[in-house]
Every structure is written in C-alpha cells, then in structure tokens.
C-alpha cells in the first residue's frame, strides 16, 4: 500500500475541519495529493449526518464549511509554492525540479516550464483559471513567485479559483453518494465546462472594455 493509500485510510476516519485544511495544504503544495480525495468524501459524510457523528467523533459536518476549510488549506499551500518560488529563486526551483528528491515528488523541469508558459501567455489572472486545470492547479503558484506577482492579486485569484474548484468536487462528492469513479469523471468534466465560462465571461469583459474606451 502506497504512502497516499494510507493517508485516504486514515482519511476516511477522521474526517474534520482540520484534517480537511492540512490535506489541502499539501494538495495545493509541490506534494501531489488529489483533492479528489479529500473533499468529495468530506461532502458525502456531510450529507448523512449520522455517519458523519461516527467519523469525526462529535459534530456533524457542514458543507458550506467543507470548501471554505479546504479553500483556505489550498490558499496555505498556495503561499508555500509562492515564498518559496520568490526566496528560492528560478534557477534553483528548476534544479530541485528534475532532482531525485524532485521526481519523486512527481515534479520535472517541463512541468515547471509548462505552468510558467501558461502564467506567461494568460497573465496574472492564470493563477485564477490555472486553479481548475488538472496539471497546472498545484504549480501555477509557482511562476507567480518567480515573477513577484502583487501578493494582494495572487491571494485574491488563488482563493476565486480554489473556491470555485471546492464547491464542484464538493457538489459532486454530495451527490455522487461517495463513488470515487463518478467523483473522477465529473470533477474533470466540469472543471473543463467552468473554465469554459470562465474563458468567455473574460473575453466579454475585456470585449466591453475595449468598446468604452473607444467610444470615449
């Protein structure tokens, strides 16, 4: 059984607010830990208040609280890729990328080059779109560092797209009645859809700005 096997069992009896923010912490980070796993499974014990009293031992749990909690775990993680993107520096990130400590963190080099292409060709507003793209969510943090992006701008994109992101899987994790293939299937195909929307709602709004100023 491999490490993160034995985190979901773990997981799966003590799931709370706090074991929710932590394991979201680590998803957001350099470590590679679906949130797949962590909030949909927070969002069907909520939905059965019963065995919710059974698996976190006192309270049941709240939906509504669920993302708030795991959003503000993804903004933590979030901030760690940030500082240390900015303390460490480029050439140093890239040389731990492709560094055994590095690939066994399923990190490389290409993959670092490919979240900071995305940052580079989308703005900073990537650090909102990148967070509902399988891929790019954990280390879009990172070109925002490197590039010094306005800490303000990067924590207020970063907390849009992680929340969008943990009200789908936790909509889905509801009524998806715990089914981790249902979880998997959906949780993509609506990340796709929403980044759609997203895509489009920008381009109107930049469309709109662009008529205004030349009207004026």
Known sequence: MSLIDNVITWYSTHINYASITALMTIESSFIPFPSEVVIPPAAFVASQPQSALAVTGSYPLDVLLIIVFGTVGALLGAIINYGLSVWLGRPIIYKFADSRVGHLLLLSGEKIQKAETYFNDHGKVSTFIGRLIPGIRQLISIPAGLSRMHFGQFLLYTFLGAFIWNTILA????????????????????????????????????FKHLLSAKKK
């Open 171 to 206: 909509v889905i994790g509801y009524v998806a009645n715990g089914q981790m293939d249902i979880i998997k299937k959906y949780s993509h195909e609506l990340s796709i859809a929403i980044l759609v929307i997203a895509v489009l709602a920008i381009a109107y709004l930049v």
